[in-house]
């Protein structure tokens, strides 16, 4: 090979090689580039999202803050150089009335009252060319309702660089009070926030007004209590005043004596204003009536246009030049006495309320300082009166200090033990009293100065007669008393007399009730056999002239109880211890009550019996309902009897009275019956006396229904006038004066209908009573699944039952063998663990000596023959109850009839009432005979009793209290609806 072949070879390898490095190199920097355009590609990536990040975190911060704008409740606006707005939030469109919209462009200073804006204009541009970057002012603005609105506005000067500034954002964040940009700042935009501080102003001058307003008051009322006299103080007042408000005149008028006429008395008058005082004196109220009218119906005459005002007024306003006028009355102890007046002349004065309110404030301090002057006149007169009477009085007054020395004496007495203090060198009631009464003196000084007053009284020989003293001490000061000594010998003489009268009264009163207490228990059980044996006796005998003799006995029997009832209440209305309970009651559901108590008597004699009752009656008034029932009863009863033909007519009606809340009830009873003649008209009310020829035989009676109706009258406040004509009747008109009428509300008045719509919660009732059937007779009205009832006979018997069980409630017989009612209820009252219990008395004593002592002992009492309203309504007071509704109630009495323990027993209930209470019911019910009907209840009751049945258990309650009552006519109906009773029970088994 050739040395040229050789180099070429070693050229074409190098060449090669060189390539294959270029090669190399060229693709390390391919894969470089990729790489770099790889993270370009990456980079650029990131880029954009950081952007859109960016971007939207820009979007949401103006929302925010957009939000923000919109969300607070104070005005933002942007403005121009010229003063023209770009921008306002929500807020400022709603408080101006206008829309964006309408805002934008308008000039801000369109908004400022035209005598604010040169010196808001003025104020502004001199901080814009200062460099204040901030400032605030407090200026009205109108808004497009043409309000007035007061706002602190906070205006800021900026340009973009004032986001970087940090003194602006000091200011912002409250750590400095002004900014004052550099020279080189250039405002292009003014940002407006204008806070509303129309509230917050209107207090401040309300605040600031009403100080002035007190100080006006103050120096009336300092001025009212200076040493100047009344006529210089009330000028003085009427000065201040007037020139407060400024008006053209101000005035006080009083009232004459009579009230019927005015007179302008004080006067205070402006520049220029004409003085009326001369002129307006004696005003009859006759010539001007809206006056007065206004002044009492509306309590001011005001009119800021007296146009307005009626004739009668303007006719004496206009010829003073009056062009408007508020007038306030004076007034004393709720009466108007005068007035105070101001007169605007120059102009129509639109008064504002607090103007009103400050007039009425210094109407009444006027009224307050006439009241206080006219005290202090009636007390200088007072003074002399009472200086008069003290000389006059037959007293001696001494005025004392702690020591006794007489520091003054007054004595009008021709004799007196005190008589040497008139004497120079006497000054001390240790020179003139004995040793023990100077003594009680200096003690009873002490104990007065103490206590403020304090009486002695003391017995002194005075001329060798013991004469008796009265002594009252009244402190005067820490050292010093007034004592004024009266000598009560011939009073003290008169007490003794009168007291030795009055022992002697009371011993007879007392002999007396404790008869008649006697008779009204002994009486009526003798009566029970002497009635019964009589009507059995006259139901078996054949002998005509013996049933004739057993009919007058009856007769006679029924009137001897009817007349120891009628003693009784005639008693207690001579003796005036009848005592009167008003509560509302229904008038006309008493009134139609009698057509049902006299149904038999009413049908035996075909007599017809109509009530009306007027319109004008309310429903509801103040009356007590047994004094009205027994004056009825009486009247219709009379009616009754002495009608043998045509009718009885009552009837009611209600006459107006002065009062709005009360009438005048007139009720009458007319008859068709034999009348009365007019001679002996006035004598049919007078005890035990019926008209001449009146067959007692015939007619019965005791004589003493009408005098008891008078009685009654007079404690209700009534009368009572007779119109009869012989053979055509009579007619008895009452006239209830002045009673009250009762508002009973819807609940109310249902509430009572529903009385007995409650049931007891589980309790104990104690009954003591010595005899069994008046507990039984309790227990059957009280009769509630709740309670359990414990039973004592005696007093004694009543405390051992209470040591082992407590009760919830007492009722307590008085009249008992052994301990008695009162010593039993006197042990549980000392019993601290016991007298917390009620104890109700439970008797048939019916005088007033012994209600006082039995209301002083009981919680409550309830008179023989009890009902059942009355037990309710003590349980109700007493007792824990749970009132039901009508559906409840419904359930209750439902559950009574049918309950389970009855039901099952029917069949062994209706045998035994067939097999032997129908045989003895069939012996007794047409004899009447009263202790065979009582055996007969007592007998069925504790068959009830053992077999749970209320419907024989409830028979025989109404069956006893018709035996208590001695109402033959009530008890033949009672028995002889036994067998409906059978059938009733005997329906529960189909």
Request: include cysteine.
């Given at each position: 090979?050739?040395?040229?072949?050789?180099?070429?070879?070693?050229?074409?390898?190098?060449?090669?090689?060189?390539?294959?490095?270029?090669?190399?190199?060229?693709?390390?920097?391919?894969?470089?580039?990729?790489?770099?355009?790889?993270?370009?590609?990456?980079?650029?990536?990131?880029?954009?999202?950081?952007?859109?990040?960016?971007?939207?975190?820009?979007?949401?911060?103006?929302?925010?803050?957009?939000?923000?704008?919109?969300?607070?409740?104070?005005?933002?606006?942007?403005?121009?150089?010229?003063?023209?707005?770009?921008?306002?939030?929500?807020?400022?469109?709603?408080?101006?009335?206008?829309?964006?919209?309408?805002?934008?462009?308008?000039?801000?200073?369109?908004?400022?009252?035209?005598?604010?804006?040169?010196?808001?204009?003025?104020?502004?541009?001199?901080?814009?060319?200062?460099?204040?970057?901030?400032?605030?002012?407090?200026?009205?603005?109108?808004?497009?309702?043409?309000?007035?609105?007061?706002?602190?506005?906070?205006?800021?000067?900026?340009?973009?660089?004032?986001?970087?500034?940090?003194?602006?954002?000091?200011?912002?964040?409250?750590?400095?009070?002004?900014?004052?940009?550099?020279?080189?700042?250039?405002?292009?935009?003014?940002?407006?926030?204008?806070?509303?501080?129309?509230?917050?102003?209107?207090?401040?001058?309300?605040?600031?007004?009403?100080?002035?307003?007190?100080?006006?008051?103050?120096?009336?009322?300092?001025?009212?209590?200076?040493?100047?006299?009344?006529?210089?103080?009330?000028?003085?007042?009427?000065?201040?005043?007037?020139?407060?408000?400024?008006?053209?005149?101000?005035?006080?008028?009083?009232?004459?004596?009579?009230?019927?006429?005015?007179?302008?008395?004080?006067?205070?008058?402006?520049?220029?204003?004409?003085?009326?005082?001369?002129?307006?004196?004696?005003?009859?109220?006759?010539?001007?009536?809206?006056?007065?009218?206004?002044?009492?119906?509306?309590?001011?005459?005001?009119?800021?246009?007296?146009?307005?005002?009626?004739?009668?007024?303007?006719?004496?306003?206009?010829?003073?030049?009056?062009?408007?006028?508020?007038?306030?009355?004076?007034i004393e102890s709720g009466n108007i006495f005068g007035f105070i007046g101001f007169d605007e002349?120059?102009?129509?004065?639109?008064?504002?309320?607090?103007?009103?309110?400050?007039?009425?404030?210094?109407?009444?301090?006027?009224?307050?300082?006439?009241?206080?002057?006219?005290?202090?006149?009636?007390?200088?007169?007072?003074?002399?009166?009472?200086?008069?009477?003290?000389?006059?009085?037959?007293?001696?007054?001494?005025?004392?200090?702690?020591?006794?020395?007489?520091?003054?004496?007054?004595?009008?007495?021709?004799?007196?033990?005190?008589?040497?203090?008139?004497?120079?060198?006497?000054?001390?009631?240790?020179?003139?009293?004995?040793?023990?009464?100077?003594?009680?003196?200096?003690?009873?000084?002490?104990?007065?100065?103490?206590?403020?007053?304090?009486?002695?009284?003391?017995?002194?020989?005075?001329?060798?007669?013991?004469?008796?003293?009265?002594?009252?001490?009244?402190?005067?000061?820490?050292?010093?008393?007034?004592?004024?000594?009266?000598?009560?010998?011939?009073?003290?003489?008169?007490?003794?007399?009168?007291?030795?009268?009055?022992?002697?009264?009371?011993?007879?009163?007392?002999?007396?009730?404790?008869?008649?207490?006697?008779?009204?228990?002994?009486?009526?059980?003798?009566?029970?056999?002497?009635?019964?044996?009589?009507?059995?006796?006259?139901?078996?005998?054949?002998?005509?002239?013996?049933?004739?003799?057993?009919?007058?006995?009856?007769?006679?029997?029924?009137?001897?109880?009817?007349?120891?009832?009628?003693?009784?209440?005639?008693?207690?209305?001579?003796?005036?211890?009848?005592?009167?309970?008003?509560?509302?009651?229904?008038?006309?559901?008493?009134i139609n009550q009698m057509k049902q108590v006299f149904k038999q008597k009413l049908e035996a004699?075909?007599?017809?019996?109509?009530?009306?009752?007027?319109?004008?009656?309310?429903?509801?008034?103040?009356?007590?309902?047994?004094?009205?029932?027994?004056?009825?009863?009486?009247?219709?009863?009379?009616?009754?009897?002495?009608?043998?033909?045509?009718?009885?007519?009552?009837?009611?009606?209600?006459?107006?009275?002065?009062?709005?809340?009360?009438?005048?009830?007139?009720?009458?009873?007319?008859?068709?019956?034999?009348?009365?003649?007019?001679?002996?008209?006035?004598?049919?009310?007078?005890?035990?006396?019926?008209?001449?020829?009146?067959?007692?035989?015939?007619?019965?009676?005791?004589?003493?229904?009408?005098?008891?109706?008078?009685?009654?009258?007079?404690?209700?406040?009534?009368?009572?006038?007779?119109?009869?004509?012989?053979?055509?009747?009579?007619?008895?008109?009452?006239?209830?004066?002045?009673?009250?009428?009762?508002?009973?509300?819807?609940?109310?008045?249902?509430?009572?209908?529903?009385?007995?719509?409650?049931?007891?919660?589980?309790?104990?009732?104690?009954?003591?009573?010595?005899?069994?059937?008046?507990?039984?007779v309790l227990k059957r009205i009280i009769e509630f699944d709740n309670v359990t009832f414990l039973?004592?006979?005696?007093?004694?018997?009543?405390?051992?039952?209470?040591?082992?069980?407590?009760?919830?409630?007492?009722?307590?017989?008085?009249?008992?063998?052994?301990?008695?009612?009162?010593?039993?209820?006197?042990?549980?009252?000392?019993?601290?663990?016991?007298?917390?219990?009620?104890?109700?008395?439970?008797?048939?004593?019916?005088?007033?000596?012994?209600?006082?002592?039995?209301?002083?002992?009981?919680?409550?009492?309830?008179?023989?023959?009890?009902?059942?309203?009355?037990?309710?309504?003590?349980?109700?007071?007493?007792?824990?109850?749970?009132?039901?509704?009508?559906?409840?109630?419904?359930?209750?009495?439902?559950?009574?009839?049918?309950?389970?323990?009855?039901?099952?027993?029917?069949?062994?209930?209706?045998?035994?009432?067939?097999?032997?209470?129908?045989?003895?019911?069939?012996?007794?019910?047409?004899?009447?005979?009263?202790?065979?009907?009582?055996?007969?209840?007592?007998?069925?009751?504790?068959?009830?009793?053992?077999?749970?049945?209320?419907?024989?258990?409830?028979?025989?309650?109404?069956?006893?209290?018709?035996?208590?009552?001695?109402?033959?006519?009530?008890?033949?109906?009672?028995?002889?609806?036994?067998?409906?009773?059978?059938?009733?029970?005997?329906?529960?088994?189909?």
């Amino acid at each position: 090979m050739s040395k040229e072949t050789d180099l070429l070879l070693k050229k074409i390898e190098r060449e090669r090689l060189a390539r294959k490095q270029a090669e190399k190199l060229l693709e390390e920097k391919s894969l470089e580039l990729y790489e770099s355009n790889q993270q370009l590609k990456s980079l650029n990536n990131n880029l954009e999202h950081l952007v859109e990040e960016r971007t939207q975190k820009l979007f949401d911060t103006e929302q925010e803050y957009y939000a923000l704008v919109e969300s607070i409740t104070d005005i933002i606006c942007k403005v121009n150089l010229r003063g023209e707005i770009v921008f306002v939030n929500q807020i400022a469109s709603t408080i101006m009335g206008q829309s964006k919209e309408e805002l934008l462009g308008q000039r801000v200073l369109n908004f400022i009252p035209r005598d604010y804006r040169s010196k808001i204009f003025k104020y502004f541009a001199r901080q814009f060319l200062r460099n204040k970057c901030i400032s605030y002012f407090d200026l009205p603005i109108i808004t497009g309702q043409k309000n007035i609105l007061w706002v602190r506005v906070n205006v800021q000067f900026t340009e973009d660089r004032c986001k970087n500034c940090d003194l602006k954002r000091c200011f912002l964040a409250g750590l400095t009070d002004d900014v004052i940009s550099s020279n080189n700042c250039e405002f292009n935009e003014i940002i407006i926030v204008a806070h509303n501080i129309t509230e917050r102003r209107r207090n401040e001058l309300e605040i600031a007004r009403n100080l002035k307003q007190q100080e006006i008051l103050t120096e009336i009322s300092v001025n009212y209590n200076s040493i100047s006299d009344f006529e210089s103080n009330t000028n003085e007042a009427v000065r201040i005043i007037g020139q407060h408000t400024g008006v053209s005149r101000v005035y006080l008028f009083e009232d004459s004596a009579d009230g019927l006429s005015t007179s302008n008395t004080y006067e205070w008058c402006n520049d220029g204003i004409e003085s009326q005082i001369h002129e307006l004196q004696e005003i009859p109220y006759s010539e001007i009536p809206s006056w007065k009218k206004l002044l009492k119906e509306e309590g001011i005459v005001y009119s800021d246009k007296i146009e307005q005002l009626p004739e009668d007024i303007r006719l004496i306003l206009e010829p003073q030049g009056i062009k408007s006028i508020i007038v306030l009355p004076l007034i004393e102890s709720g009466n108007i006495f005068g007035f105070i007046g101001f007169d605007e002349c120059d102009s129509n004065h639109q008064w504002t309320k607090s103007e009103i309110e400050l007039l009425r404030t210094v109407s009444s301090t006027i009224s307050t300082a006439f009241l206080r002057h006219r005290i202090q006149t009636d007390l200088v007169i007072s003074e002399k009166e009472n200086r008069g009477i003290i000389d006059s009085i037959p007293d001696e007054i001494l005025r004392l200090n702690r020591e006794g020395t007489v520091i003054s004496y007054k004595s009008r007495c021709d004799v007196s033990i005190f008589e040497k203090l008139n004497q120079p060198e006497v000054n001390s009631i240790i020179d003139v009293l004995s040793e023990d009464l100077s003594n009680s003196f200096i003690s009873s000084i002490e104990e007065c100065i103490v206590k403020g007053n304090f009486e002695f009284n003391f017995s002194s020989f005075h001329h060798d007669t013991m004469q008796y003293f009265e002594a009252r001490f009244v402190k005067l000061n820490s050292t010093e008393v007034l004592v004024i000594v009266r000598n009560v010998s011939e009073i003290k003489e008169n007490e003794k007399q009168l007291q030795i009268a009055k022992n002697k009264a009371e011993q007879a009163s007392k002999a007396k009730s404790e008869f008649l207490a006697n008779v009204s228990h002994e009486i009526r059980t003798p009566m029970n056999a002497i009635l019964g044996f009589s009507e059995w006796l006259h139901s078996n005998v054949e002998n005509p002239q013996h049933k004739n003799y057993l009919h007058t006995i009856m007769t006679s029997g029924r009137n001897l109880l009817a007349l120891i009832n009628d003693i009784l209440d005639l008693s207690k209305i001579e003796s005036g211890k009848m005592n009167i309970e008003l509560e509302p009651m229904q008038c006309k559901v008493v009134i139609n009550q009698m057509k049902q108590v006299f149904k038999q008597k009413l049908e035996a004699k075909n007599l017809a019996f109509n009530i009306s009752v007027d319109s004008s009656v309310p429903m509801y008034i103040y009356m007590d309902e047994v004094r009205f029932y027994q004056i009825l009863f009486n009247l219709v009863g009379n009616a009754i009897k002495f009608t043998s033909k045509g009718f009885i007519h009552v009837s009611v009606s209600a006459a107006k009275t002065s009062d709005p809340n009360a009438i005048n009830l007139i009720l009458s009873v007319e008859d068709t019956g034999i009348g009365i003649k007019e001679d002996q008209q006035a004598d049919v009310f007078k005890a035990f006396t019926q008209q001449s020829g009146q067959s007692n035989r015939y007619y019965e009676g005791t004589g003493l229904g009408l005098t008891i109706v008078g009685g009654l009258l007079k404690k209700l406040n009534g009368e009572i006038s007779l119109k009869s004509e012989v053979g055509r009747g009579s007619k008895f008109t009452i006239k209830f004066k002045d009673v009250k009428i009762a508002e009973v509300s819807a609940e109310e008045d249902q509430k009572a209908k529903e009385l007995n719509d409650f049931v007891l919660e589980p309790c104990k009732i104690l009954i003591v009573d010595d005899l069994k059937f008046n507990i039984l007779v309790l227990k059957r009205i009280i009769e509630f699944d709740n309670v359990t009832f414990l039973e004592a006979e005696s007093g004694e018997q009543a405390i051992e039952i209470m040591e082992t069980e407590q009760p919830d409630i007492v009722f307590m017989d008085i009249r008992m063998p052994g301990m008695n009612g009162y010593d039993a209820t006197e042990v549980i009252r000392n019993n601290p663990e016991w007298n917390h219990i009620p104890v109700v008395a439970f008797t048939a004593s019916i005088m007033n000596d012994e209600l006082e002592r039995i209301h002083k002992l009981f919680d409550e009492y309830l008179q023989k023959p009890v009902f059942r309203k009355d037990v309710f309504a003590v349980l109700k007071r007493f007792m824990k109850i749970k009132y039901l509704n009508a559906e409840d109630a419904q359930i209750i009495e439902d559950e009574v009839k049918l309950s389970g323990e009855c039901i099952a027993a029917l069949p062994e209930i209706i045998e035994g009432l067939e097999s032997k209470f129908i045989t003895d019911w069939k012996k007794i019910k047409n004899d009447l005979i009263i202790y065979e009907i009582e055996d007969f209840s007592k007998n069925l009751s504790d068959f009830a009793f053992k077999k749970s049945c209320i419907i024989l258990d409830n028979y025989c309650k109404d069956l006893d209290l018709a035996i208590q009552s001695f109402d033959i006519e009530l008890i033949e109906k009672q028995i002889g609806g036994f067998d409906k009773v059978v059938i009733e029970l005997k329906t529960y088994l189909q």
